[in-house]
C-alpha cells in the first residue's frame, strides 16, 4: 500500500474553505428613535465600532438611524442591536 503525504500548509488551507465560503460582509440599518443630542450618535458608533466584526458604523441624529457594515462569521444584527441597548439607546431593523 502506498501512503500519501499531503503538506501540512496545504492541509491547513483546505480546513479554512468551508468558513471562508460562508462568510459574508454584510451591511445593516439599525433604527435609533431615542436618539435626542448631537452627542448620541458619537456614543452609538464607538458602541458598534467595539464589536468584534464591525468594519464600519455611520450613525446620523438627523435620521435616527445607524448603518452598519460587519462580517457575519464575526458577530450578528442580534449583537449590534444588543451594543447599542447596553449604551442606553435601543435599536432595531428595518
Same mark, same amino acid.
Given at each position: 500500500?502506498?501512503?500519501?503525504?499531503?503538506?501540512?500548509?496545504?492541509?491547513?488551507?483546505?480546513?479554512?474553505?468551508?468558513?471562508?465560503?460562508?462568510?459574508?460582509?454584510?451591511?445593516?440599518?439599525?433604527? $435609533?428613535?431615542?436618539? /435626542?443630542?448631537? *452627542?448620541?450618535?458619537?456614543?452609538?458608533?464607538? #458602541?458598534?465600532?467595539? +464589536?468584534?466584526?464591525?468594519?464600519?458604523?455611520?450613525?446620523?441624529?438627523?435620521?435616527?438611524?445607524?448603518? $452598519?457594515?460587519?462580517? /457575519?462569521?464575526? *458577530?450578528?444584527?442580534?449583537?449590534?442591536?444588543? #451594543?447599542?441597548?447596553? +449604551?442606553?439607546?435601543?435599536?432595531?431593523?428595518?
Amino acid at each position: 500500500m502506498m501512503k500519501i503525504l499531503i503538506p501540512i500548509g496545504i492541509i491547513a488551507f483546505l480546513l479554512t474553505l468551508p468558513v471562508a465560503a460562508y462568510a459574508a460582509t454584510r451591511t445593516v440599518v439599525l433604527s $435609533v428613535p431615542t436618539m /435626542d443630542c448631537d *452627542t448620541c450618535p458619537l456614543i452609538i458608533r464607538t #458602541a458598534l465600532e467595539r +464589536v468584534s466584526g464591525v468594519n464600519k458604523a455611520k450613525v446620523s441624529y438627523e435620521r435616527r438611524e445607524a448603518v $452598519v457594515t460587519f462580517d /457575519d462569521t464575526h *458577530t450578528s444584527v442580534a449583537q449590534l442591536v444588543a #451594543a447599542t441597548t447596553q +449604551v442606553g439607546y435601543p435599536s432595531f431593523t428595518r
